[in-house]
């Protein structure tokens, strides 16, 4: 891990260890080695934070230009990996960035949906997931986040804050636009069957 990212990581860890305990996951369908990207859902801006630190490797994460405006939060965040993402329309400089990190073997947090969802639940995913996931042959790990759109709420309840994360999902089928959408379709089949797992449990 890079100095600014491991000094990011154990601040945060202490942090979200005193005020809301063990929240995270084990991630032990997350590969070791290799590109992974992991695709969850989103729900609240804590969501990048989250994924950081539930995974045991170093994370790169795609956010919203705008974010980048103020200098010295801009400068903050890219040495924390965090990528800046044009939401306009498509941005191939980012995503070409992107596959870059997975094509030297990196990890790299997506959010298929591209926005956060207002209700909680699922919305229309996007396919820029199955492109990237397509054009750099990484591991897609889905994962699936509850609680961070109610922090106040999840610090006096102990529990309802959670990152799960499942089974590889497969990539395969030719280089099109419809093999992009259906295999980010099937990302987020299975990010919500994660969520049905933990309703039944």
């Given at each position: 891990m890079t100095l600014p990212y491991r000094i990011a990581c154990s601040v945060l860890t202490v942090i979200m260890r005193l005020f809301w305990g063990r929240w995270g996951s084990n991630c032990k369908f997350i590969p070791d080695t290799g590109p992974v990207i992991i695709a969850s859902n989103h729900i609240s801006n804590w969501d990048p934070v989250l994924l950081g630190l539930a995974c045991h490797r170093e994370v790169h994460f795609l956010a919203k230009q705008e974010l980048f405006r103020n200098r010295l939060f801009g400068h903050v965040l890219r040495k924390v990996n965090?990528?800046?993402?044009s939401r306009d329309g498509s941005d191939t400089?980012?995503?070409?960035?992107a596959i870059d990190v997975l094509k030297r073997g990196g990890v790299l947090a997506l959010f298929p949906e591209g926005t956060r969802s207002k209700t909680g639940h699922l919305g229309r995913a996007k396919s820029g997931?199955?492109?990237?996931?397509?054009?750099?042959?990484?591991t897609v790990i889905p994962a699936q986040i509850r609680g961070s759109d109610r922090m106040w709420r999840a610090f006096v309840n102990r529990?309802?804050?959670r990152v799960r994360f499942g089974k590889p999902v497969p990539v395969e089928g030719p280089a099109t636009g419809e093999t992009y959408r259906d295999v980010t379709l099937r990302v987020m089949d299975a990010i919500a069957a994660l969520g049905k797992e933990r309703a039944g449990s």
């Open positions: 965090v990528i800046p993402l400089q980012a995503l070409r960035r997931t199955g492109y990237v996931a397509c054009a750099s042959g990484a529990g309802e804050l």
